[in-house]
């Protein structure tokens, strides 16, 4: 373990690598203490716990529904000239003034406005962080630093989870209402954000361009539809984006109504806080570990282990009904979440032109985070309709499965 956490950075690997403690911070607080709020402000309001997941569900779709549709526009921008950081610097102030505007929000509808006003800021933030990626570190080093980005984000986004859980779980021992305690915890996750993002925005030059030309943004969709027309003819690219827009898909849709579903079976706050955090520390060596048998293993063999493993997941998620179960379920999520996450970046960075990382990531954006719109629909609409959470979170393993197949396709094309 010890040698894991020796590695050699760069100073721009290592500012990098901050970006993702401090978005992971705000990542985790979506994915926690935010819902238990949404769910004391719905109850408020007499909604049933298939009525919170399934609006919970709408307002995720949203917001990956209009940041796939964004994401190629922006990313095509941000590969002129000085583009690119100032693309990311603009919608990193949306994403950290939304976290403090969640403070202003007291009922369950104003919740949901700002948090997809908020969020949409942060998904937009991540196309232009993760084409940083060739700017910042060589192309042998993709796997390794993707990694660590993912591993230094689950370990760094403890400090604010552990200063918000305190005063949300211990409200009562400082004199505050939930209300106020939520304040304080958006506030912390806000400032945490903001510092470890400083220093990204210090030292980053865009190494890789396209010099800047008149009528960018006529120039923007010329380029975009000649690199669509280029990724269809490389089938191998082509397959992969249509099997990462499929199981990242279902992997997103696990992280973003993990809590929201425990809520909805009936789990305390308490144990859905814990466990979540348990998934962070079990993330961060295991994510360490992915980095570092990328150099004994291929990127793509490493890749079908993260899949097989969501599948068996994704089936003991649907038979969870004890506090136990959902202890287990986030260690098994904590083994793989990040290997699969970082792995998938570089591996997609090594297929691209440097001088294009943001048109490409802002197109795989659009296959990611657009594709999400699918999976946080599909369970929020069949939990709707059947008014069983589980049957709603089984329709994860079909995507999971499908996404196999076509990484598969692409794997055999690249050879």
Known sequence: MQKLLKQKVTKNERDWILYDVGNSGYSLMLATILPIYFNHLAQQEHLSSAQ???????????????????????????????????????????GIVGCYALNLAHSWWLLLIVYVISKLGYSSSLIFYDA?????????????????????????????????????????????????????????TATWWLINSLPLLKVYEQKYYIPKQTAVLKNTFSRLKKTLKAIYHQKHIFYYLISFCLYIDGVNTIIS?????????????????????????????????????????????????????????TLFAVTLVHPIQFWMLAIFVGLFQGGIQGLSRSYFAGMIPASQSGEYFGILDVCGKGAAFLGTFLVSSVTQITNREQMGLGVLIIIFIAGLYFFHKSVKLKA
């Open 132 to 188: 940083m990626l060739t700017d910042i570190t060589t192309k042998e080093r993709y796997d390794n630093i993707s990694s660590l980005g993912y591993a230094w984000g689950y370990i760094g986004s403890i400090v604010p989870f552990v200063l918000s859980i305190g005063l949300v779980l211990g409200r009562n021992a400082f004199h505050l209402s939930l209300t106020a305690a939520m304040i304080l915890a958006f506030s912390i």
């Open 257 to 313: 109504m993990a809590t929201a579903y425990g809520k909805a079976l009936g789990l305390g706050d308490t144990d859905l806080l814990l466990a979540l955090l348990v998934t962070q520390f079990v993330a961060f060596p295991a994510t360490i570990v992915f980095a570092r048998i990328t150099k004994h293993f291929k990127t793509s063999t490493l890749i079908y282990v993260c899949l097989f493993a969501y599948v068996g997941i």
């Open 52 to 94: 919170y997941l399934a609006y919970w569900g709408y307002a995720t779709s949203l917001i990956t529904l209009f940041v796939g549709f964004i994401g190629p526009i922006f990313g095509s921008i941000a590969d002129f000239q000085g583009m690119k950081k100032k693309l990311f610097i603009l919608f990193l102030t949306i």
